[in-house]
T-cell receptor, first 108, second 122 residues
Framework: SYVLTQPPSVSVAPGKTARITCGGN??????VHWYQQKPGQAPLLVIC???DRPSGIPERFSGSKSGNTATLTISRVEAEDEADYYC???????????FGGGTKLTVL | QLRLQESGPGLVNPSETLSLTCTVS??????????WGWIRQPPGKGLEWIGS???????YYNSSLKSRVTISADTSKNKLSLNLRSVTAADTAVYFC??????????????WGQGTLITVSS
């Protein structure tokens, strides 16, 4: 089955830039979506189709992709950005939605 | 404003069937050619997709759960349903319903319910 690999944790100081990666075989050919989840809350879509930012999501959030890795970048990190982040793709070979294991972002 | 609300028993006995409902308000399932998904999250762990259903009844399931899962859409009641058979403690999780804003299950999930915690225990 298709696997998306994320680092378990990323730490960043306020005001700096956080980069969270999501690796998967041939991920370049698939749309990658990113979710933010704070404790006790439902996930919130922050990036869809690699680079698109839904209405209401700050411009500090951006997405990119290169080779077999997609990256969620959060610029000028704020304390409120501390959360778990998940990437997601559609695995067309198995007709499956696949989530990455999640990355806990800690704002120092 | 679209709103999704999961409801369920809270506690289920091992080997029994878990039945959940997702009530959709602020929009009609039958008037929206979208897929609707169920996702779960065990305590302290990551997200796991269970399956997705089109308003006409087409479904996709996670192969690891496919033998135990049935997902359906009731357009007359504007509700989605999830049945998970022969549950074990490993099925203890927060269960979410969410919308995929397209007539394909390949899309992202743009609206989520708040989730409901289901505990499997005797």
């Amino acid at each position: 089955s298709y696997v998306l690999t994320q680092p378990p944790s990323v730490s960043v100081a306020p005001g700096k830039t956080a980069r969270i990666t999501c690796g998967g075989n041939n991920i370049g050919s698939q749309g990658v979506h990113w979710y933010q989840q704070k404790p006790g809350q439902a996930p919130l879509l922050v990036i869809c189709y690699d680079i698109d930012r839904p209405s209401g999501i700050p411009e500090r959030f951006s997405g990119s992709k290169s080779g077999n890795t997609a990256t969620l970048t959060i610029s000028r990190v704020e304390a409120e950005d501390e959360a778990d982040y998940y990437c997601q793709v559609w695995d067309s070979s198995g007709d499956h939605v696949v989530f990455g294991g999640g990355t806990k972002l800690t704002v120092l | 404003q679209l709103r999704l609300q999961e409801s369920g028993p809270g506690l289920v006995n091992p080997s029994e069937t878990l039945s959940l409902t997702c009530t959709v308000s602020g929009g009609s399932i039958s008037n929206s050619p979208y897929y609707w998904g169920w996702i779960r999250q065990p305590p302290g762990k990551g997200l796991e997709w269970i399956g997705s259903v089109f308003y006409r009844g087409n479904t996709y399931y996670n192969s690891s759960l496919k033998s135990r899962v049935t997902i359906s859409a009731d357009t007359s009641k504007n509700k989605l349903s999830l049945n998970l058979r022969s549950v074990t403690a490993a099925d203890t999780a927060v269960y979410f319903c969410a919308r995929q804003p397209a007539a394909t299950a390949e899309y992202h999930f743009d609206s989520w319910g708040q989730g409901t915690l289901i505990t499997v225990s005797s």
